[in-house]
């Protein structure tokens, strides 16, 4: 069996070593999980495809200048940036300098390190140039046209068609990194559960086994089962909101209507069985909250199997309306070549054929005892997005029965040590969200927070969209845009 | 196929929930908060702008749920809409992250008068897990002037539909008057 229990060791590194690792990247040796600063360092975690090892590498930053990853491995630019706006500390050798969540109005800068207060008014913010005849730009957002999250969008059109978009997000900063510093461990648990409000379960869950890895502490069986069962359940109703939008955003609202009412059942179900709809704050460091009783797993079977008879209708009805697949296939692709170099993952990676899931590939129980199968296409289109979805909540209904037939009995949490390390603990996770690979990182000293990093899928999902709607018509980009569905608030924070 | 299930559905019984009682708490505030002027204008029928100024989406997906067949938020002649410009409510859901200041100010700006803002959700009424700090103004109210909050993290679909009833009953009582 995989070592499950906190594979994400601690390295120091010298700066030669530091710029050998961005070569690595850039030669496709490891993935990038994430790439974040605080107080005195910068931090690389990474991720060996081949192996499942994983690894997070320090650097110190006497003088505030670090090798920029950048330079070598593109993919890591947003993450360069945004260490710049949050710690002040200087790439060298960045190949875009441009702020990212700092967009001027803080009123400080470098919030995570100096937090110096800085007044000058905003500079202006400036887009890439593009050049050519008969070249028009519409502006979009922040505020878009639906029920959504803020984020702007720098459309480059001829006629109908997008010559590039350039995406400015950072809207939604709401300061979590900084909120997290001296937190206990329960503030913490509010704090990460409410990052991306749609993948919470997977945000709690990550940041519990952090917290766990750090301080080595063990939960019990029953813990990971019903931890797996939120997490599917969560799964569930986010891919069928995910799928009736796609096809509402191809007019065809009809698959929304029925889409709508097996999530609302869906969120029916989690409030009747664990008191919240979308189960937010049941999974905490030791354990969960809520246990589940046999009128709940029988509940839950019901469900399912209604669920199950109701969206293989609809399934049906996606794959033979010829006027709604005209939409879906071949719009927006993303090649296997991007989703490999930016390691995206999720229906993202899945859909141009990166067979990534860390419930396979960095396996955490009760994963590791489920049989499930990772499905992949090839065609990279919204199309192959909408069919990985399809085929997850298929999956998870199987993996819901699983977890219900092999659910031990025993108790639902361990509780934490009542005099914590007073030594600092470091430790991480990586585990599934709906959308794909979420990573905390977290660094403790006597029982407080002393720095946390969360990294959404997002971060390497987003960029791909720029590459997506290319050549695709302007009209498009809400199918798109919906096929990918990122964080907004996960990657502002 | 589209047929097939358009048939059923035609033929099963609705999923819509009947119209829940409006929320007493919201019809205090309210009341507090409107002059009979605007009320007078309003009636029956509402248009409403969502504008996230920075929640962590939570909000967003119960907003949402409103629109599925068993809220049916349409029925009691509320709607939303694309633009502020089309609106007579601002729904607004999370603190005002400062770098969304401008955006929410300007929102505010352009929906015409009257017009009445809902703060959805516990960071939106400044009592939300996301205390003050550098990056965001703290709730609704430290932005633009608020006329009702609908509290939770997030609210229910089911508290949504109580605290908007409760709007249009005290914009319908208006016009009476």
């Known amino acids: 069996m995989t070592n499950l229990h906190t594979p994400w060791e601690p390295n120091a590194v010298d700066v030669a070593s530091w710029e050998g690792l961005g070569r690595d990247l850039a030669r496709g040796k490891y993935v990038l999980t994430s790439l974040w600063g605080g107080r005195g360092h910068v931090s690389m975690a990474l991720l060996d495809p081949v192996s499942g090892k994983s690894s997070v590498a320090h650097l110190p930053v006497p003088d505030g200048t670090f090798p920029s990853i950048a330079k070598h491995y593109l993919p890591a630019l947003r993450l360069e940036r945004s260490i710049t706006d949050m710690c002040g500390f200087t790439p060298v050798g960045c190949p875009d300098p441009r702020p990212w969540q700092d967009h001027g109005v803080w009123g400080v800068k470098a919030p995570l390190t100096d937090n110096k207060p800085h007044t000058d008014p905003p500079p202006p913010y400036t887009f890439l140039p593009v050049e050519g005849e008969g070249l028009h730009q519409i502006p979009v957002g922040p505020i878009h046209a639906g029920i959504i999250e803020p984020g702007h969008f720098r459309f480059t059109a001829n006629g109908e068609t997008v010559v590039r978009l350039e995406e400015r997000l950072g809207y939604m900063h709401r300061g979590a990194e900084k909120l997290f510093e001296g937190q206990d461990i329960s503030g913490g648990a509010k704090i990460a559960a409410r990052l991306s409000g749609d993948s919470t379960v997977a945000y709690s869950l990550a940041y519990a086994r952090a917290v766990e890895a750090a301080w080595s502490l063990d939960v019990p069986q029953r813990a990971h089962f019903l931890r797996a069962l939120f997490a599917e359940i969560e799964r569930i109703a986010n891919h069928l909101g995910d799928i009736g939008a796609i096809c509402n955003d191809a007019a065809f609202s009809v698959m929304l209507a029925h889409c709508g009412i097996l999530r609302e059942e869906t969120l ?123 085929c997850e909540i298929r999956q998870s209904l199987s993996l819901i029965r699983q977890i219900l037939n092999h659910i031990p009995e025993g108790g639902i949490a361990f509780s934490l040590p009542e005099s914590p390390p007073a030594e600092t603990q470091e430790g991480a996770a990586l585990v599934e969200a709906f959308r794909g690979d979420v990573f905390i990182w977290l660094r403790i000293t006597d029982g407080k927070i002393e720095r946390c990093h969360p990294r959404d899928p997002s971060w390497f999902q987003w960029p791909l969209l720029e590459n997506a709607i290319k050549g695709n018509i302007v009209a498009d980009f809400p199918l798109c845009n919906k096929s990918f569905n990122c964080s907004y608030a996960g990657q502002d924070l | 196929m589209t047929a097939k299930l358009l048939a059923q559905s035609l033929l099963s019984k609705p999923v819509t929930i009947p119209a829940p009682q409006p929320d007493e708490a919201a019809l205090a505030e309210l009341a507090k908060a409107l002059n009979e002027r605007s009320r007078a204008k309003l009636g029956r029928s509402l248009t409403i702008r969502e504008v996230d100024a920075g929640s962590c989406n939570g909000c967003e997906l119960e907003i949402h749920a409103l629109n599925n067949a068993f809220y049916d938020l349409e029925r009691f002649g509320i709607k939303f809409v694309a633009s502020p410009k089309h609106a007579d409510v601002l729904m607004v859901t999370g603190v005002v992250t400062k770098n969304m200041e401008f955006a929410v100010k300007r929102a505010y700006e352009v929906t015409p008068d009257p017009k009445w803002i809902v703060a959805v959700g516990d960071c939106a009424a400044g009592c939300g897990v996301f205390t003050e700090n550098y990056a965001h103004l703290g709730g609704v109210a430290s932005t633009i002037p608020v006329d009702l909050h609908i509290k939770g993290c997030p609210p229910q679909p089911i508290d949504l539909l109580k605290g908007l009833l409760a709007l249009l009953e005290t914009a319908a009582e208006g016009k009476r008057a």
């Not at chain 1, 399934?315 to 033979?320: Q, S």
């Not at chain 1, 296939?329 to 990676?349: F, I």
């Open chain 1, 268 to 390: 029916r179900l989690a409030f009747e069985c664990f008191g919240h709809r979308l189960m937010m704050d049941r999974i905490v460091p030791g354990g969960v909250k809520v246990d589940l009783t046999r009128d709940s797993a029988e509940k839950i079977l019901a469900w399912a199997q209604k669920t199950e008879k109701h969206f293989e209708i609809l399934v049906d009805l996606y794959d033979n309306t010829a006027s709604l697949r005209d939409r879906t296939d071949t719009t927006g692709t993303v090649s296997a070549e991007l989703v490999t170099l930016y390691g995206a993952g999720g229906h993202v990676g899945r859909a141009s054929g990166r067979q990534f899931d860390s419930r396979k590939n960095t396996p955490y129980p009760p994963y590791d005892r489920l049989d499930f199968e990772i499905p992949l296409r090839n065609t990279g289109d919204v199309n192959a997005r909408v069919w990985i979805r399809i």
